[in-house]
């Protein structure tokens, strides 16, 4: 098995894209397109003719030494592969990481546990998700019943969703609720999921018209992913509820899964009948050698 480094200006797009698209585990953030909107331009590792990838996303750091992070919001990397990603395949993309990225902060998706669930400095979060092919009666009976209880208190406050909104108006409103909020890289992916046609903008207004959340989902590799998410501040966990309800409602009896994002442990989505599945994240800081000899070269 042959794992090389691949550097971004010799990156096979349509090899890259095929093999996220065909993968066990693809997902929307592992497409070219949606990394090359996120951080312009990234590195990879490339096992064979693109039958497994995994994306080096770098920055300097405050130091000044090249390191490998993952930027805010990006949901779940790591490596994307057609075949069984079995420890020694996994062991072989850790081991071919280049020694130049100093630092590492790497988040890894919910199929490279095997190995990388058992290594030093790494960290464990939860990522959620709800399978949408059953009844909408039935996923609603997994509801906890003070979620039922204030879903039906919102729809009687008159929220109502509607997704005819401009990319603009909608990272306006992102941009409102979170000043850290990068609206060119925003507005480059809505536009991005718009060109493919798989954008799923919703926003819920009063009867004043006035919008009280807002949030940007998308259909890829057989999930409904939760993109970003944002409300105002005194409606942000009732409107999180009463529209992920409506979105299940819609979705209902189709082959999707709803991927709740960075979001579900801090909406408690387990109240909505999700499940609860660990991912890990490797954190390694350099040996102050190689950052003194790293600064000498430069």
């Known amino acids: 098995m042959e794992v090389r480094f691949v550097p971004f200006d010799e990156i096979d797009v349509t090899r890259w894209n095929s093999c ?41 750091s405050r130091w000044n030494y090249p390191e ?10 790591g490596i994307f592969s057609v075949h069984v990603l079995s420890p020694p395949r996994i062991q072989k993309f850790i081991d071919s ?7 590492r902060q790497i988040s ?21 998700h709800l399978d949408l092919s059953k009844p909408y009666e039935i996923i609603q009976n997994a509801y906890h019943s003070e979620i039922r209880d204030e879903i039906e208190k919102s729809r009687d406050e008159n929220w109502m969703p509607h997704s005819n909104i401009k990319p603009e108006q909608l ?58 998410y944002q409300a105002l501040p ?12 409506d979105l299940i409602r819609l979705h209902a009896e189709r082959p999707l899964r709803f991927d709740f994002n960075i979001f579900g442990e801090k909406y408690e989505v387990e109240n909505l009948g999700a499940i609860r599945k660990a991912v890990y994240q490797l954190e390694t800081a350099p040996k102050w050698g190689k950052t003194i000899r790293h600064w000498l070269d430069i």
Not at 234 to 245: A, T
Request: charged share 15%.
């Open 20 to 60: 996220i698209h065909f993968a066990i585990n693809g997902n929307v953030f592992g497409y070219h397109w949606f990394l090359k909107n996120v951080n312009r331009e990234f590195d990879a590792l490339v096992e064979g003719n693109y039958e497994s990838v995994m994306p080096l996303l770098s920055r300097t």
């Open 68 to 77: 490998l992070y993952h930027p805010m919001g990006l949901g779940r990397l």
């Open 97 to 103: 990481i280049p020694d130049t990225y100093l630092g």
């Open 108 to 128: 890894f998706n919910e199929y490279n546990n095997a190995i990388i669930s058992q290594m030093a400095s790494t960290s464990k979060s939860n990522w959620y």
């Open 171 to 228: 990272v306006h409103f992102f941009a409102d609720q979170d000043p850290n909020t990068d609206t060119h890289m925003w507005m480059r992916i809505h536009y991005n999921l718009m060109h493919r046609g798989t954008a799923f903008p919703t926003v819920y207004r009063n009867s004043d018209g006035e919008i009280g959340a807002a949030a940007l989902f998308c259909y890829y590799n057989g999930f409904f992913t939760l993109l970003n």
């Open 234 to 245: 005194e409606y942000k966990r009732s409107l999180f509820n009463l529209m992920s309800d």
